[in-house]
C-alpha cells in the first residue's frame, strides 16, 4: 500500500510560512488528500506541551528542558496523528517538525545538532519528511513583520533578542547545505504571491506524481 507523502515547512519566525501553508492547503485539499497539522501541538496532549514551551511566563526554562519538551510533543503527535494518516496515504503538510529543534535548540541555544539530532532520533523512529521547503527571511525582515502584524500570536521565542535569531538563521542555512535533497529553499521576502505561486507549483507536482 502506498504511503502519503510528509511535507514540512521551517523558517525563521516571522517568515510568512504559516499563510502560505494555509492558502496552500485550502487549494490544493481539492484535488488531494491533505492533512494540515502543526509543531510544537497538533494534538491535545501536544499542544499542552506547546502551552508550556511557549508561554511568555516560562523564561527561566533550561535549555535541555526545552529541547526534551520538544522532542515529547513531538513523539506524541506522530503517533496519534502523522503516522496513521501517512499509512492511509494521506499527504501531511507540519508547520515545523525536526528541523525546528536542530536549529533552535541544537545550534542557536548551544545544545549541539548532533546532540539534539540523536534525541529526536529516538523519538520519531525514523519518520523524516519526504521534502522540506524552508522560507528564507533574514531576521530583521522576520520579526519587523511580527511587531507589525496585530493577528499574530507573540511566543516566548520572539522575545529573544536579535543575536539568536540571527544564530537560527545560520542553522538553517547549515541545514540546507547538509540536507540538499531534501531540503527546498524559497526566497521568502518575495511578495506573498510570488512566494505562494512558487511553492504551490513545487508542491502540486510532487502530489500530482505521487498520486497518479
Same mark, same amino acid.
Given at each position: 500500500?502506498?504511503r502519503?507523502?510528509?511535507? #514540512?515547512?521551517?523558517?525563521?519566525?516571522?517568515?510568512?510560512k504559516?499563510?502560505?501553508?494555509?492558502?496552500?492547503?485550502?487549494?490544493l485539499?481539492?484535488?488531494?488528500?491533505?492533512?494540515? #497539522?502543526?509543531?510544537?501541538?497538533? #494534538?491535545?496532549?501536544?499542544?499542552?506541551?506547546?502551552?508550556?514551551? @511557549?508561554?511568555?511566563?516560562?523564561?527561566?526554562?533550561? &535549555?535541555?528542558?526545552?529541547?526534551l @519538551? &520538544?522532542?515529547?510533543?513531538r513523539?506524541?503527535?506522530l503517533?496519534?496523528? +502523522?503516522?496513521?494518516? !501517512?499509512?492511509?496515504?494521506?499527504t501531511?503538510?507540519?508547520?515545523?517538525?525536526?528541523?525546528?529543534?536542530?536549529?533552535?535548540?541544537?545550534?542557536?541555544?548551544?545544545?549541539?545538532?548532533?546532540?539534539? @539530532?540523536?534525541?529526536?532520533?529516538f523519538?520519531?523512529?525514523?519518520?523524516?519528511?519526504?521534502? #522540506?521547503?524552508?522560507? +528564507?527571511?533574514?531576521?530583521?525582515v522576520?520579526l519587523?513583520?511580527?511587531?507589525?502584524?496585530?493577528?499574530?500570536?507573540?511566543n516566548?521565542?520572539d522575545?529573544?533578542?536579535?543575536?539568536?535569531?540571527?544564530?537560527?538563521?545560520?542553522?538553517?542555512?547549515l541545514l540546507a547545505?547538509?540536507?540538499?535533497?531534501?531540503?527546498?529553499?524559497?526566497?521568502?521576502e518575495?511578495?506573498?504571491?510570488?512566494?505562494?505561486?512558487?511553492?504551490?507549483?513545487? !508542491?502540486a507536482?510532487?502530489l500530482?506524481?505521487?498520486y497518479?
Amino acid at each position: 500500500m502506498s504511503r502519503g507523502l510528509f511535507v #514540512t515547512f521551517e523558517g525563521g519566525e516571522g517568515s510568512g510560512k504559516s499563510s502560505v501553508i494555509k492558502k496552500l492547503v485550502e487549494e490544493l485539499s481539492k484535488d488531494f488528500p491533505i492533512l494540515l #497539522t502543526r509543531e510544537p501541538g497538533g #494534538t491535545k496532549i501536544s499542544e499542552d506541551i506547546r502551552n508550556i514551551i @511557549l508561554n511568555k511566563a516560562n523564561v527561566d526554562m533550561d &535549555y535541555k528542558t526545552e529541547a526534551l @519538551l &520538544y522532542c515529547a510533543s513531538r513523539r506524541q503527535h506522530l503517533i496519534e496523528k +502523522v503516522i496513521p494518516a !501517512l499509512e492511509k496515504d494521506v499527504t501531511v503538510i507540519s508547520d515545523r517538525y525536526l528541523d525546528s529543534s536542530l536549529v533552535y535548540q541544537g545550534y542557536a541555544r548551544g545544545i549541539g545538532i548532533d546532540d539534539v @539530532l540523536s534525541i529526536n532520533l529516538f523519538s520519531i523512529d525514523e519518520c523524516i519528511p519526504d521534502f #522540506t521547503f524552508l522560507f +528564507v527571511v533574514r531576521p530583521e525582515v522576520g520579526l519587523n513583520r511580527i511587531s507589525s502584524s496585530a493577528n499574530r500570536e507573540v511566543n516566548r521565542l520572539d522575545l529573544e533578542k536579535l543575536e539568536f535569531h540571527k544564530k537560527v538563521f545560520d542553522g538553517y542555512m547549515l541545514l540546507a547545505e547538509k540536507f540538499k535533497d531534501r531540503i527546498i529553499k524559497i526566497d521568502a521576502e518575495k511578495p506573498f504571491e510570488e512566494v505562494y505561486k512558487c511553492v504551490k507549483d513545487i !508542491l502540486a507536482k510532487r502530489l500530482k506524481d505521487h498520486y497518479e
